[in-house]
């Protein structure tokens, strides 16, 4: 799985305004789960009604799995930003990782995802930070 080791980010819009966080919860074990099966990693963060994600791991496991994101109606104007090949996983413990975003964090995720298409780096590095630091606090289990 590391011969081809790949990073997908993608940003993308909930159908129903303001129905992505309950969006989320519904997705989630599910996507979970097939990304457990298929050797992939990521996380993913929503703010307001935008959704963005990192996934990485196999590159035929990240064409399949964003076929099936692409397609999904629960979702819309799915950008990618980023798909590279990378040395390492960022987010190694996780099949998806979902942290809170907080007040207090909100505003600085907003402008991540807001400009992740210019910055794609510093939108993933902050995704990161935001789940070690969670994880580190006891709020966010491996999953
Ligand atoms: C924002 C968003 C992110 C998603 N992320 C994943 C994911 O990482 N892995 C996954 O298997 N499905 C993910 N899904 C769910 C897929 O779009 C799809 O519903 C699921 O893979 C089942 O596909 P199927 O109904 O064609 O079998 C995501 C959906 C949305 C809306």
Known sequence: MTQDLQQLA?????AT??????GLLAILGGAQRRNREAGLTGAIAVSG???FQVLE???EAIDEALAR??????????QIVARRPVPFRSFEAWSLASPTVLPSLKLQIDLAISSCEADCDYAISLLRSVVMTQHL???LLAA
């Open 57 to 59: 791991g196999d590159g």
């Open 49 to 51: 009604a935008r959704y």
């Open 69 to 78: 994101i692409e397609g999904d109606p629960r979702h819309e104007n799915v």
């Open 17 to 22: 305004a303001n129905e992505a966080l309950s």
């Open 137 to 139: 606090n006891g709020c």
């Open 10 to 14: 993608f940003r993308s819009e909930a």
